[in-house]
């Protein structure tokens, strides 16, 4: 089951999506709220079935993507560099398929 946890680290809230093999494909920006951090993942899950909002970066041995909002703002990262394009087009595909039915954890 693909999941989002949250969690404090270093004075902040942060969340990460975990796919359902238990790896993290996204991490989020810090939060200083626990309430702003919940609002970052409504906003993914609100925007993660659309191709638009990724932000691809092709460095060979090293694809990486982001999730930018309309605001220009980086709403989280992919969490790991990747060394094949296609790995990273599939962590994308996981987002936008399990992202916004994704059961919450409060683990802060």
Known sequence: ????????????YYFQFMATNGEQILASEPYNTKYSCREGIDTVKRLAPMDVIYDRYDNPGNYRFNMTAANNKVVARGSEGYTAKHNRDHAIQVVKDYAPTAVVYDLA
């Open 1 to 12: 089951m693909a999941k989002f946890n949250i969690i404090y680290r270093s004075g902040h």
